[in-house]
């Protein structure tokens, strides 16, 4: 695998969102000055924080450029609240079959915002927070901001048939900590970051551990746009029958599939006693405020046909990106590459790799200059691990398979 000459990338301006993603280079992502891009100096491809190297939808483009040539950078124009909340009722109606009421919908600025307004006034005061691990790492951190113990539930790993790693909810884990009075689980689905795309038994059976101990369950579904296997499908966990209204909180956004997370518009779905509770609590109804105009008008373009398009066309080309890395990866036998099913983050166990007291993500930064999260950051036991961000392009994979690889294979004294 050769990587591509900067002298053969595209002659387009650097400043070109619109260019092809084949064409995209470190060089032309530097330029951007992006978070993923600026981080680090020297010659290292960002490949960790969760954001696309792919710009977004030509519809949410236009939308914002006809906002700022129009100067409405204001407040929340009339009807844009109500437009978003539609258009995530029926996008879930369409896509997952879920028919949730508009008036269930609620518009705040992140989904984390939404989580930290659960621990503080929808759960029992002073009990502990369920964390299945591997898990997204502000989920570890946040419960300690108020008072709360965070409770790490490592998944159960192990390997198929053919030797993939495999990961799975340990609900024996999860039941006793809900028995010895944790008061919240947080569930990710699709989970960031082993990619997997929880199934309706395994909801299922979430549903009725919270039902038995009546505790709460929010589900964090932002990546539920983001399905990469064609012979999979996500399903809501507040779309089971099982799952308790009273005890459901869903948290989503398209932030991650259109790649708008500094527009902050996410999403917030409760019905029943926990839309009575939202409601009814003062901070929480008050973070609809707080949502941004222009994120709102992105909402409703990102789930129009016509972004729906760019999404689907996007997952395609990431599916290509993952496949391209897990072929490189295939025969190293150092490393093992959970491939995601959901999302576009890579799982890369490096427990082969003779580092000594080094972790995995500072030797892959430091000697082949590729930035990835180290595994630690998502809960204990994961030391040997990072987390590989693969919505780039593809040329830019290519330079990353080609430096790890190569760097797993040099002798090291």
Known sequence: MTETSPATASTAHHNDSALPFDALTPEIMRSRNSLK??????DVIGAWVAEMDLGTAPAVTAVLRRAVENGCLGYMPTGADRAAREAVASFHAQTFGWK??????????????????????????????????????PFLSIPGRYG??????????????????????????????????????????????????????????VAALSSRHRVPVFADEIHSSLVLDPTAAHTPYGSRPA??????????????????????????????????SWEASAPSAHLADEAAPL????????????????????????RGNVELVAEALADVEEVRLTEPAGTYLAWLDCSGLDLGDMAPARFFRREPGVAMNPGAAFGRGYERFCRLNLATGRGIAARIAQRLVEAIRVPRA
């Not at 989904?111 to 002073?126: M, N, Y």
């Not at 390997?159 to 919240?184: F, Q, S, V």
């Open 148 to 205: 709360r113990e965070c409770i790490q539930i490592p998944a159960l790993h192990g390997h198929d048939a053919a030797g993939r790693p495999t990961w799975a909810l340990d609900l024996d884990g999860i039941e006793a900590a809900m028995a010895g009075g944790a008061g919240l689980l947080v569930l990710c689905n699709p989970w960031n970051p082993v990619g997997r795309i929880l199934t309706p038994v395994e909801l299922d059976a």
């Open 37 to 42: 891009w600026s981080r680090y100096d020297g």
């Open 295 to 318: 994120g709102a008008q992105a909402v409703t373009a990102a789930l129009s046909p016509e972004g729906l398009e760019w999404n689907r066309n996007v997952r395609d080309y990431i």
């Open 100 to 137: 949730v009421p508009v008036g269930d919908v609620s518009l705040l600025p992140n989904v984390l915002s939404a989580l930290e307004a659960v621990i503080e006034r929808h759960t029992r005061p002073g009990s502990a927070v369920i964390v299945p691990t591997p898990a997204y790492m």
């Open 243 to 276: 799952a308790e209204d009273d005890l459901t909180f869903t948290a989503t956004a398209v932030s991650k599939g259109w790649n708008i997370p500094g527009l902050m518009c996410a999403q917030l779905i409760a019905s029943g006693g926990a839309r009575a």
